[in-house]
């Protein structure tokens, strides 16, 4: 049906413009559609982005192509919160990029069967759609994946997507305050291949959850738990009982990390065959005694030491005459005298030195 003008304009006097848009509010997609050809000033007011910020596809049409997306992408624009794509085979990298480039409010995404995406998707995601909140997606050759700073993130979205990733190798989450160990036990029962986690900032992961990730996942190669404050010499010791392949640790600001646990990393397969970057910046209950059980890491080629209050130069060098080939960056802040009385001059310290 087509409204003449005279109709028209009688409705539009009836029904002002934000009235119209209320109403369109709860209309579905198909509806919506209808509406939009009654006349010029409905196809206005029904395809306003502000009517369109949850879409399902998948009750509409799933033979879309990507240009639908995209066009999509462009009419709602940051009005979009939550999308389903779900069986839409035809969409791949270059419409989601367009998508996550025009819709950076989006918080829930579900891909299920969208068999064309890759790697290049997820990267446009994790880059563009810092609100993302929950991401349902089967992708089952999935091995990739950086979520860096997605602070939105949560352990519900990990679960689902290691439930649909099970060859996943790498996974960035750092910066994803939110999650805690629930997501390691996603990743530990789903995920047996991953190589690479990267967990920075995660401050309420703990023990229990590397637990049961490193007795799971013995292919781990990369681990980053920068200020993952909660874990313990607890935690190195599965991971050298269980990650053979382990070649890079950063445990940076994890102030429970001891002696002990340093002794159990080095004499472990890992540490003996593997193991070439440690990371121990601001570890504060590290001391020499450390230095010495890392004497026999015979592969280990970078040591991180800043601000590790404990550890004395002549500790390094005692463990560098032992590995002569590996470098360690330590930071030294003795204390300096105080200025003569009267004096101006600045107090200094040594520091950032490279050994």
Request: charged share 20%; hydrophobic share 35%.
């Amino acid at each position: 049906m087509v409204f003449s003008n005279n109709d028209e304009g009688l409705i539009n006097k009836k029904l002002p413009k934000e009235l119209l848009l209320r109403i369109f509010s709860f209309l579905d997609i198909v509806t919506l559609c209808r509406c939009a050809q009654i006349s010029k000033a409905w196809n206005i007011l029904a395809l306003d982005g502000s009517n369109w910020q949850r879409i399902d596809l998948f009750n509409f049409q799933t033979d879309v192509e990507g240009r639908v997306v995209e066009n999509i992408s462009k009419r709602c624009g940051g009005f979009l919160r939550k999308l389903s794509l779900r069986g839409c085979i035809g969409v791949g990298d270059s419409s989601l990029k367009t998508f996550a480039q025009n819709c950076r409010n989006i918080e829930h995404l579900n891909l299920n069967g969208c068999t064309k995406i890759t790697d290049s998707t997820c990267y446009s995601l994790s880059r563009f759609c810092s609100k993302l909140k929950h991401i349902q997606n089967y992708c089952h050759e999935l091995v990739s994946l950086n979520l860096q700073s997605c602070s939105r993130v949560t352990d519900d979205g990990v679960v689902q997507l290691c439930r649909g990733c099970p060859r996943l190798q790498a996974l960035c989450l750092s910066g994803c305050g939110s999650l805690t160990d629930a997501s390691l036990t996603a990743l530990a029962l789903n995920c047996p291949r991953l190589q690479i986690l990267e967990a920075a900032r995660c401050s309420h992961l703990t023990d229990a959850g590397f637990t049961l990730l490193a007795r799971n996942c013995h292919d781990l190669e990369k681990m980053d738990l920068e200020e993952c404050v909660l874990i313990t010499d607890r935690t190195l010791t599965q991971l050298s009982i269980h990650c053979p392949k382990l070649q890079a640790l950063s445990l940076s600001h994890c102030e429970l990390i001891t002696d002990d646990g340093i002794l159990h990393l080095s004499n472990s397969p890992c540490g003996h065959e593997r193991l070439r970057v440690l990371e121990l910046d601001n570890c504060l209950l590290i001391t020499d005694v450390a230095l010495e059980h890392l004497e026999h890491c015979r592969g280990l080629e970078r040591l991180e030491l800043y601000d590790c209050q404990q550890v004395t130069r002549a500790g390094i060098k005692r463990m560098r005459a032992q590995l002569p080939h590996v470098r360690v960056h330590a930071y030294f802040a003795p204390v300096t005298p105080p200025t003569a009385a009267g004096g101006g001059g600045p107090r200094l310290c040594r520091c950032c030195v490279i050994l």
